[in-house]
């Protein structure tokens, strides 16, 4: 099984200021390698597919990079509205697995 | 619109069975492949089971394997997800999620079963 480790677990941000999450695989997973938000009450929502890859009516701040087992989400001028929690999620093998999570707080 | 309604979760005491329905609308639904992903109460993401677009083919995870069937009918625009022998464990929001090539791109509100005595 392919495990995905988050850091951090936890972080408490100000607004406009830029966060990365980064996103650690057991074992080399090319480039499958997603990302999701998840709000308090809400389903999860994709923001980044392939690493890198943009999805449609996701904000231009929400970036990804990596490759391998390394993999950074990052949001650039944070919003108030960027308070959730994200997740990474590898397709590469089953089973699939998921990161623990980050949450976001905005201070 | 593509939508993705859960239904079928509530409470049921440990050993028990419930069988889970998506039943999904505003896309065709035998073109995709389809999964089921839980999140227990304060918890993180868990994939449960995969299946393709066919029904041929099926995955699941370790803490489910012989106890939950993953099932579609695609005349019926329909996912299915049996759970028999249910432990505390299997406490979650269960949602389903549409998979577009290896990610998932439309997800349910989600359902949720309670394990409990």
């Known amino acids: 099984e392919i495990v995905l480790t988050q850091s951090p677990d936890f972080q408490s941000v100000t607004p406009k200021e830029k966060v990365t999450i980064t996103c650690r695989a057991s074992?080399?997973?090319?480039?499958?390698l997603h990302w999701y938000q998840q709000k308090p009450d809400q389903s999860p929502k994709v923001l980044i597919k392939y690493v890198s890859q943009s999805i449609s009516g996701v904000p231009s701040r929400f970036s990804g990079s990596g490759s391998g087992t390394d993999f950074t989400l990052t949001i650039n001028s944070l919003e108030a509205e960027d308070a959730a929690a994200y997740y990474c999620?590898?397709?590469?093998?089953?089973?699939?697995?998921f990161g623990q999570g980050t949450r976001l707080e905005i201070k | 619109e593509v939508q993705l309604v859960e239904s079928g979760g509530g409470l049921i005491e440990p050993g028990g069975s419930l069988r889970l329905s998506c039943a999904v609308s505003g896309f065709t639904f035998s073109g995709y492949e389809m999964n089921w992903v839980r999140q227990a109460p304060g918890k993180g993401l868990e994939w449960v089971s995969y299946?393709?677009?066919?029904?041929?083919?099926?995955y699941y995870a370790n803490s489910v394997k012989g106890r939950f069937t993953i099932s579609r009918d695609n005349a019926e625009n329909s996912l299915y997800m049996q759970m028999n022998s249910l432990r505390a464990e299997d406490t979650a929001v269960y949602y389903c999620?549409?998979?577009?090539?290896?990610?998932?791109?439309?997800w349910g509100q989600g359902t949720l079963v309670t394990v409990s005595a």
């Open positions: 999620h590898q397709s590469s093998s089953f089973p699939i697995t």
């Open positions: 999620a549409r998979q577009e090539g290896g990610y998932y791109d439309s």
């Open positions: 299946i393709s677009r066919s029904g041929s083919i099926m």
């Open positions: 074992q080399s997973i090319g480039s499958s």
